[in-house]
């Protein structure tokens, strides 16, 4: 057996929102940080329906400051090896 690590995107989606609120920013404090035409990107992650890229998680960490561990939830999976 074999514990592998794997990122929860619905729990990590709700720390962002949460961490976001926590920070007093707005999702167009958000958007316009990132350089989105739209916040469509922000709600996915929230959502936990899409990850931000890993500059993009480096941003957030700042913005919200906080670390990466911070952020994102890993969960570990066990699989049978051999």
Do not use: C, H
């Not at 949460?18 to 916040?39: C, E, K």
């Not at 469509?40 to 931000?52: C, L, N, S, V």
């Not at 480096?58 to 090896?81: G, N, S």
Request: hydrophobic share 50%.
């Amino acid at each position: 057996m074999m514990e592998i690590p794997s990122i929860n995107t619905v729990a990590t989606g709700q720390n962002i929102n949460r961490l976001r609120i926590a920070a007093g920013l707005s999702v167009r404090d958000m958007q316009i940080v990132f350089g989105f035409s739209t916040p469509q990107a922000i709600y996915k992650w929230f959502r936990g329906t899409a990850m931000p890229t890993i500059d993009n998680l480096v941003i957030l960490a700042a913005m919200l400051d906080v670390t990466l561990d911070e952020i994102v939830v890993v969960d570990t999976i066990t699989i049978r090896v051999g």
